[in-house]
Structure formats: C-alpha cells, structure tokens
C-alpha cells in the first residue's frame, strides 16, 4: 500500500522553528517530486516548498528564506524545515508524490498523506 505519512507539526511561538517529515512507501519513491502544501482554515489549499526527483527545489514566496526542504532517497523520506514561524504560517501541512516532475499544481500529485497541523501563536 502507498503510505506518505507526514509528522513533526505541533505548537509553536512565533519566531520558533519546525522540522517536519514526510515518511513515504509503496511507490518508487527516487520517481516522484515530492512537495509540501498546506491549507488554513477558510483558505484553500497552498503549495509550500517542493522537492524534484534530481533534488532541485522550489519555494513559495511566503516561505522563501525561511524554509528549506530536502529528501533522502535511501530512507524515503523528506523534510522541511521552518525558521521564524509566523502566525501566517498556521495550517495543516501534507506532503505530496508527483510522477510528473515539480509543479504547484495540486491536481498532478497522485498520492498525499494525511497531513500535520502546524500551529504558531503570536
């Protein structure tokens, strides 16, 4: 079974920092881009920070300077990690798989996970 099991949100000051995980299996893993996207309460759901299968990687705006992600290919797993939260940054996090190379678009990632809710007070 395909599994993309996404930890490491809680609550947190702003300011603060997070490191979360995305744990995947059940998919060849080296194929697929993988991409962190999150969704406040009310808004829809935003791409974050995306990784390629070559390891190039992409930023939101929002996020740019603050985050960086990275995976490692012999554990299936990648990580994205915040500097200087902000309450802005409040949202349930997932992790995504693409087969079709890094895109913001949410509707070419086959597989999500079921998400961590990342929550920073002011």
């Known amino acids: 079974d395909v599994q993309l099991q996404a930890s490491g949100g809680g609550l947190v000051q702003a300011g603060d920092f997070l490191r979360l995980s995305c744990a995947a299996s059940g998919f060849p893993f080296v194929d697929y881009a993988i991409g962190w996207f999150r969704q406040a309460p009310g808004k829809e759901r935003e791409g974050v920070s995306i990784i390629a299968n070559d390891g190039t990687t992409y930023y939101a705006d929002s996020v740019l300077g603050r985050a960086t992600i990275s995976r490692d290919n012999a554990l299936n797993t990648v990580h994205l990690q915040m500097l200087r939260l902000k309450p802005e940054d409040t949202a349930v996090y997932y992790c995504?798989?693409?087969?079709?190379?890094?895109?913001?678009?949410?509707?070419?990632?086959?597989?999500w996970g079921q998400g961590t809710q990342v929550t920073v007070s002011s």
């Open positions: 995504a798989a693409s087969p079709y190379g890094p895109s913001w678009s949410l509707k070419l990632y086959r597989y």
